[in-house]
């Protein structure tokens, strides 16, 4: 077989037969961890495509797991599973590193196609360094300098301040940022963009510099 190797990790035995089932009649290899300690174990070395990741588990939380992944420099791509009364545990798990998070009980066409969209983001040739000002972003080495300060951003961040620096003074809508970062080509719900261009500036601003990322009022994001 050669489908992506996916790691699905849930303490609910239910839901890890229902996901494995739904994603090998789509194509995928599946693998299934019960904790967060084995989802580690099952990372190492020739380590899955994408994982599925539920945020609530007991011992190591599928936060952590995916803390200590970023940590230790895998980039894999990470599919949160959050209960839906969980919004803190979503937006701590998009800021350890997770690249998208699907909400309990979900709908198993949605999960496969924002997995989708994470596999071919994963898959895109990095292009070359671009300067926006004082801001450089080096999509080969995943490296971000602003005035000669390097900032440390998770995947999803770097991706979307990439594309954001290649189309600076140019407005781009959610629905655009949305396609170009996420790679999703549907209607999804959810303030993933939003919620992205905090963290960005949260960075970008943390050494007094001037804001960079700004909102254009019923448009979208512009950088400049």
Sequence with gaps: MNGHRILVVDDDA??????????????????????GER????TGGDGPDA???????????GIEVCARLRAGGA????????????????VAGLAAGA?????????????????RALLRRAGRPAGGAVR???LTVDPAARRVTLNGREIELTRREFDLLEVLARNAGIVLSRPV?????????????????????GYLRRKLE????????????????VLR
């Design 99 to 115: 690249d998208d998070y699907v909400v309990k009980p979900f709908d198993l066409d949605e999960l496969v196609l924002r997995l």
């Design 14 to 35: 239910s839901i890890l037969r229902s996901l494995r089932r739904g994603l090998l009649l789509e194509g995928f290899r599946v693998e299934t961890a019960g904790s």
């Design 39 to 42: 989802a580690l174990e099952l």
């Design 51 to 61: 994982i599925v990741l539920d945020v609530s588990m007991p011992g190591l939380s």
């Design 177 to 197: 940022l949305l396609e170009r970062v996420w790679g999703y080509d549907f209607e999804v719900t959810g303030n993933a963009v939003d919620t992205f261009v």
């Design 132 to 134: 926006a000002g004082p």
């Design 206 to 221: 943390a050494g007094g510099e001037p804001r960079m990322v700004h909102t254009v009022r019923g448009v979208g994001f």
């Design 75 to 90: 980039e894999v791509p990470v599919l949160m599973l959050s209960a839906m009364d969980e919004v803190a545990d979503r």
